[in-house]
């Protein structure tokens, strides 16, 4: 129907960017993932909601091969972004890295320039041939993540001296510099009071125009605010995976329903 | 019945006490708050009762081998004695001996004394001469053969004054000590007084002290430290050469590539167990190895320099690690995330944020190892070394050498009551060394950190 | 609220949600305009196309339903935000219900059609059903600006419809009791005129949530009221 466009919610694209068939992790002897498959959509926030030590954030680490520096880890099953094995032998980590940009919890500036921390991924990858060009990837990123108003007269000052939600945005823009594909997220408001919070959120939703955003979060609010797509983790299961309003509305699986209604931690 | 005892009102509960006075266990445990923060500042009190004890003491016997008594009077140099040929032939010239000049200025200060009208009185004529230190002939010879021109000519003779002169002015030495004494008598001390009152014995600041080799028990009072700064000098930057580099690269590879099995557990178990072996130890192994083995010369600061960095190398290796693992991890999560490399993480924010630590680390290091002196016995730095090494780029740090903390040690062993204020005095610089080191420490740290 | 919210797209859903009310709100509008005038001009065909109309009306208040019901689940709309969603799927409710008797009037138009006319009845019930949509209308602006002033008006003249209504009433009143034949007709007829005076009832009760949304107060005080048919019919029976 027509009408249903009146608001806009549906997602647009279907067309996969991440595939996950039979992921399975374990740390030691914990098996912290049993068998996960989600396919990721591109363009589309998609939210990781569960318990903590559901695997969420596993998950979200198996994406962009965070669980390589952890000695324990183990991942098994396959992965691909567009079709491709990310965790093929041949690719290397630190050039997935590069296309699958990651937002941590507390935001974490470089103590350097803000200049400088918007700069460091273009320069390590080599993204730019002259300082104009630089520039222009620093400017760019740092409007695209909504911060360049704020900072723009203040480009030489320490990252470390913005506001926390500055410094989160600042995060966010550091990691669209390396111009990613998708942005991986890892409960990216907790550390940030609500007004900080509702502007990464809104950044967030602004973002899904050019990237595919994978957010980890512990406030179910949150994931029904900006996701298109949730995923209910649940120790270590993926429970249930869908379209945002239902899985609010009406979950199909009665753990979900048990966890959004608060009768489950 | 549950809403009957709810609507009854009770007065204050028996274990409830009113807010205005306290009870017994909060007295008691508020008494025991008090001793423990009285045992607190008792503790800091007598250190640093203890601390201003030992500083004064070293400031007051130490601060007296700064000063020097002195004898000024002019003096012809007479070519009769230094320049028997009169060709100012430095071969020949050279022949003479101190003794020779020794004579002249004996005869000088007579001849000075005599017409400043200042009566000899018990004093002999050869006692007289005997206030001038020995020293002072083989400055004059040295002065004179360095430069044959002044042959001839009258010049201004500032010679020290024998160390038992010197103390008396200091008031180590008394009459009655000089009664005991066969190196002055109570009648020198008398002329030593006419003298200073007629302006020809003085006391002035002693440049000597820091410049000057050491000297023998003959005479005391022209010891000083020159060998032993340039010594500890050359150790220090030496150290900081060998151990840095080893050391800063050691703990990277440790805290960021190395993995973590039992070899590497192994490892750092020794490190630690290093930094606590016996600084003796390293003085047997350098000896065995650096000069016995490898065939370094002895007492040379080369080899004092590789001693003291093995034992440097663990304390470097243990506080560059702590300065490493101290650097939050969400930086270098926030650097992986972006597709940074190991080796880029490594160099563009772990060692960046850790370089204060490290610094502190090192500098402290190197200040603890500048105080060491058992490993430096045991490879023959306590020599009695009179001849500056020479400059670094000409292989001075082969030559023989000593250290502050070893010229402490050989300076405190000696007969002559005038050395202990000079080993006073060398605890003074060494106290001086460690200050200037500790602050540099402080102010890189304040630098590196001021940049955020 | 002038000052949009931070996420934006909040802001979207607001108004999405209210963009669908205002919808619905024309379509109810003009089905019970276009029922009124099947009834004068005994058009079937328009009369047909209200009732199949109605299918339209539902499904927009169900879709108005679930997006509130996502609204406030994704949301958790607070203060004036959560009055809205309250107050649109209040209003909602009721413009479903006036969508029925709009359908439930050109339902009984198909049946007057074959019947014959009453007089100038039907003239009156077209009348009575123009000033009822033009009051749901009032009602309706009244909550798109948010306009208190206007939405107390229409609750006070709610009295205008009662009067039309009780007047009507006597009339079919006297036809049935000059003429037995004209029940059926004058019945049906007064069912028509009952469910616009429910109409206007509507728009008074849409009128409140205006009020409500505005000042976040339900007005207590009795609504003003001229239905005297139930007194009218107690004397008529004596």
Redesign the interface.
Known sequence: ?N??T????DVSETRSKMDARGVQVWYGDKHALKDVDVAILDRTVTAFIGPSGCGKSTFLRCL?R?ND?V?SARVMGKMTMDGQDIYDPRVDP?????KV????Q?P?????SIYDNVA??PK??GLARTKAELDEIVETALKKAALWNEVKDRLAA?G?GLSGGQQQRL?IA??I??SPEVLLMDEPCSALDP?AT??V??LI?ELRAHFTVVIVTHSM?QA???SQRTAFFHLGNLVEYGE??QI??NPRDPRTEAYITGRIG | MTQDTATTPTGPRADQHPLLSGSTSLRRRKAREWRLKVYGVAAIGLSLATLFVMIFTILRDGSQAFYQARLTFPLVVDAAIVDKEGARDPAAMAKVTTVGYQRLLAQAFLAHIETSGVPLGDVTEKEAGEMISRDAAGRLRKQVLSDPAIVGQTITVNAYATGRIDGYLKGRVTRASAERDSLVTPAQLDLADRLLQAGILSLGFNSGFLTDPDASDLRPESAGLGVAIIGSVYMMVLVAIFTVPVGVAASIYLEEFA??NWLTDLIEVNISNLAAVPSIVFGILGLSIFINFMGLPQSSSLVGALVISLMTLPTIIIATRAAIRAV?P??R?????????KM?IVF??VLP?AMPGIMTGTILGLASALGETAPLLLIGMVAFVTTYPSGPLDGGIMDPATALPVQVYSWASRSDPAFIERSSGAIIVLLAFLLVMNVAAILLRRRFER?? | MTQP??????D??LE??Q??LM?MGGLVESAILDAAEALEMRDEGLALKVRDGDKAID??EQ?IH??C??LL????PTASDLRIVLTVMRVAAALERCGDYAKNLAKRSLILAHMSPLGGTTGSVCRMAKTAVLRLKDSLDAFIGRDKVLAADIRDRDRDIDQMYNSLFRELLTHMLEDPRAISPAMHLHFIAKNIERVGDHATSVAEQVIFLVTGEVPEEERPKADATATTSRSTEE
């Open positions: 129907m009408v249903m009146v608001v806009e919610r962009n965070m520096t000695a630190v050039q997935l890295r590069a940009g990651m937002v941590f507390k974490n500036p470089f103590p350097k460091y991924g390590i990858h320490p470390t995060c550091r990691a510099a390396t007004i509702a502007q959120e809104e939703d609010q029904a605010r900006v945002t309003g609010f509305t | 993995p973590k939050p969400s930086i999560d926030a650097a992986l995330g972006i597709g940074a490399s880029q563009h924010h944020l940049r955020w | 919210h931070i996420i934006s797209s909040f979207r859903d999405a949600v963009a669908l919808r499904a927009l879709q679930s997006e019901a996502r689940a994704l949301r958790a």
